[in-house]
Antibody
Framework: EVQLVESGGGLAQPGRSLRLSCVVS????????MHWVRQAPGKGLEWVSGISWNSGRVGYAASVKGRFSMSRDNAKKSLYLQMNSLRVEDTAIYYC?????????????????WGQGTTVTVSS | QSVLTQPPSVSGAPGQRVTISCTGR????????????VHWYQQLPGAAPRLLIY???NRPSGVPDRFSGSKSGTSASLDITGLQAEDEADYYCQSYDSTLGGYIFGPGTKVTVL
C-alpha cells in the first residue's frame, strides 16, 4: 500500500521556523517527482514546492520563494520542507504529494497520491 | 487572481449530469509555445484531495467512469454523469504555469447534490 505520512506541523510564532517531514512507503520513492501543497483554512489548494526525482530541479511558489526550502533524502525515502521566516498567512494544512512524473524534472503530469496532511499554525 | 477560472458552485439532482469548466489564460494551459495538460481533483469534506482525472481525460484506476474530462484550447471541463450523493465535494482543476515553473490550481468548484 502506498503511504505518505507527514509530520512536523504545529504552532509557531511569526518569524520563526518549522521543518516538515514526509516519510513514504509502498513505491519507488527515488523515481518520482514530489511536492508540497497547502490549504489555508476554508480556502483552496496552493502548490508550494516541487522537487525532481534526483533533486536536480526544485521549484517554489512566489509566496514562499526565499523563505522555504524543499529537499529529499532518497535513501531514507523522506521529503522535507524547511520553512523559515514564517508568516500568519502560511497557516495551512500541508500535504506531501507524489507526482505521476517518473524520472523527470517536469512538474506537469499530475499528482496521484496525497498524504493526510500536517497542520501548521503561525500566530503570536 | 488565479490564471485558472472555475465556477464557484454547480448543483444537480441525483442521476443528472453536471459540468465544471476550467478556463485558463497565458501562461497556463496554453501559451504561444506549448500546451499543458489539465488535471482534476476531488476533495470530500474533511479529507485530502484525490486525483480524479490526469492528462486532460485519463482516469486513474478506481475512479468511476461517471467522471470524464476533456480539454480544448485554453478550456477544460469535468463531466459528472449519473450524479450521486457521494459526489458532493469540492473539485479543483490544475495545470502548469510556465512563468511560475510549477503547478497552479483553479479556485475550486463546490458540487451540491440537490
Amino acid at each position: 500500500e502506498v503511504q505518505l505520512v507527514e509530520s512536523g506541523g504545529g504552532l509557531a510564532q511569526p518569524g520563526r521556523s518549522l521543518r516538515l517531514s514526509c516519510v513514504v512507503s509502498g513505491f519507488s520513492f527515488d523515481d518520482y517527482v514530489m511536492h508540497w501543497v497547502r490549504q489555508a483554512p476554508g480556502k483552496g489548494l496552493e502548490w508550494v514546492s516541487g522537487i525532481s526525482w534526483n533533486s536536480g530541479r526544485v521549484g517554489y511558489a512566489a509566496s514562499v520563494k526565499g523563505r522555504f526550502s524543499m529537499s529529499r533524502d532518497n535513501a531514507k525515502k523522506s521529503l522535507y520542507l524547511q520553512m523559515n521566516s514564517l508568516r500568519v498567512e502560511d497557516t495551512a494544512i500541508y500535504y506531501c504529494v507524489k507526482d505521476i512524473g517518473y524520472r523527470t524534472s517536469s512538474f506537469s503530469y499530475g499528482m496521484d497520491v496525497w498524504g493526510q496532511g500536517t497542520t501548521v499554525t503561525v500566530s503570536s | 487572481q488565479s490564471v485558472l477560472t472555475q465556477p464557484p458552485s454547480v448543483s444537480g439532482a441525483p442521476g443528472q449530469r453536471v459540468t465544471i469548466s476550467c478556463t485558463g489564460r497565458s501562461p497556463s494551459i496554453e501559451t504561444n509555445y506549448d500546451n499543458y495538460d489539465v488535471h482534476w481533483y476531488q476533495q470530500l469534506p474533511g479529507a485530502a484531495p484525490r486525483l480524479l482525472i490526469y492528462g486532460n481525460s485519463n482516469r486513474p484506476s478506481g475512479v468511476p467512469d461517471r467522471f470524464s474530462g476533456s480539454k480544448s484550447g485554453t478550456s477544460a471541463s469535468l463531466d459528472i454523469t449519473g450524479l450521486q450523493a457521494e459526489d458532493e465535494a469540492d473539485y479543483y482543476c490544475q495545470s502548469y504555469d510556465s512563468t511560475l515553473g510549477g503547478y497552479i490550481f483553479g479556485p475550486g468548484t463546490k458540487v451540491t447534490v440537490l
